[in-house]
C-alpha cells in the first residue's frame, strides 16, 4: 500500500480514491506517525506527504518526523517545504484524473507497487479475516436498509452464513416499500436469518404529543436501542456486533471540529452489561467503494445507490407532532417524487430529495368548497460532504408534473411548495 501523511489538506481522501482506483491500496495517516508504527504496517511500498505549503495548525507549524525519510521507502511531497522529493503535485481541484496521473508514476515506477487491490479480492480478504475473527460464533446485525448495513450484511452472510443474525427495526417511519425489500431481499432472496420487528405503534405511541425537533430524535434513537436490545437479550450466544462503519467515519473522528448541530441517531449506546466485540469489514472502505462491493455481492442496484436517509427516518419530515395521516402524506408524497425523480432521470443527478409535511393547515377549494389541508414541501438537493448544500433546479414541468401527482393522490393535501433554500441558512432536514 502507498500511505498518505495527513499534513492538513482537503485532499487526502481524494487521493487516497484516487490511488485505489489504479488498483493500489492507500491509507491516510496522521502527519506524526513513527517509522516504528510505519515499519508495522502491512507493505508500505511508499509514503506521500500531503498538505499546504505551511502546515500552520492553531498557530503552530506542524511537520513529519525527519526519521520517516530513513526508511528507505520512497517518500513524495505535495506542496512541502523540504525539498527532499523532486515530484510536486499539482493543484488538484479534486480532479481524480489529475491526481491519477500526477501520481501513477510515483506509484508505479519509483514504487514499484503492484496493482492489485480491487473488489474481488478485497471481498475474499474480508471474508477469510471475518471467518478467522469469529470462527463459528454468532454476529448480531442491526439492518436498516441503509447502503452501509445492508453490505455488511451481505458480506457477513457470505463469510458467516446463518451464523449472522440481522434484525430490523422497522420503526414507523420508513419510506413506502422500504422494510418490505429489507424482508424481500435478505429474507426471501439471500436466506438470511432475519428477524423482522414490525415497532411502528410502539415509536408513534411514544412519540404522540412531542412537537420539539430534538425531543423527537432522542426518543426515536433511545426506542430504537431499546427494541434492539430487547431482540439481542432474547438471542442466544451472540458475541459479535456487526457494524457498518466505513472509513470516512475512521478518518473523521478525531479531527471534527465541526458543532454538533442535530443528535444523528446510530446503533451504539447499548448497555453496559450486553457486551459485544465488533466485526467492522468495511472500514477500510469509501462510499463508492462499498457501493461498488455490495453491486459484487449481488444487491440490487437501489439498494446500493440508495439516498441518504436519516436515522429518525420520516419523523423528521413530519413536522412538529407526528400524527398517523400527516405521516401517511408524507409517504405518500415522497413516493410519487421518487418515482417521477427516477422517470426523469434526476435520481442518478440529484444527491437527496424527499417531501416535507408541515403541521399547519392552509386554505383551499375541493370539489367547489372550501378545503383547509397541509401543504407538502419538496426539497432537492446536492451536496459534496452534507455540510453545505445548494438546489437542484428542478425542471419547471417536471415540478408540475409532480404537484398535479400529489394533489391528486394524496389524502388531505391542497397545496406544494418548493424549498429554495441552500445549507447554509437552512440544514438539509427541516428538523
Ligand atoms: P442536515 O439536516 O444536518 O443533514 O443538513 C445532513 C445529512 O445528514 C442526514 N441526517 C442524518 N443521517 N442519522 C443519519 O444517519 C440522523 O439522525 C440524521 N439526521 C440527518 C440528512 O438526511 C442529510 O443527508
Redesign the pocket.
Known sequence: MIIILDLGSHENTVLARAIRALGVYSEIYPHDITAEEIKKLPNVKGIIINGGPNHIIDGVAIDVRPEIYTLGIPVMSAGHDKALCETKLPEFNNDMEAIQSAVKSFVFDVCHAEANWNMPNFINDQIELIRRQVGDRKVLLALSGGVDSSVVAALLLKAIGNNLVCVHVNHGLMRKGESEAVVEVFKHQMKANLIYVDATDRFLNKLAGVADPEQK?KIIGGEFIRVFEEEARKLDGIDFLGQGTIYPDIVESGTKTAKM??S???VGGLPDDLKFELVEPLRQLFKDEVRACGLELGLPYEMVYRQ?????GLG?RCLGAITRDRLEAVREADAILREEFQLAGLDKKVW?YFTVVPDFKSVGVRDNARSFEWPVIIRAVNTVD?MT?TIEPVDWPILMKITDRILKEVPHVNRVCYDMSP?PNA???WE
Open positions: 430524535r448541530v442535530k444523528h441517531h446510530n441518504p436517509f436519516p436515522g429518525p423528521v437527496q452534507a448544500a445549507k440544514t438539509i432536514e
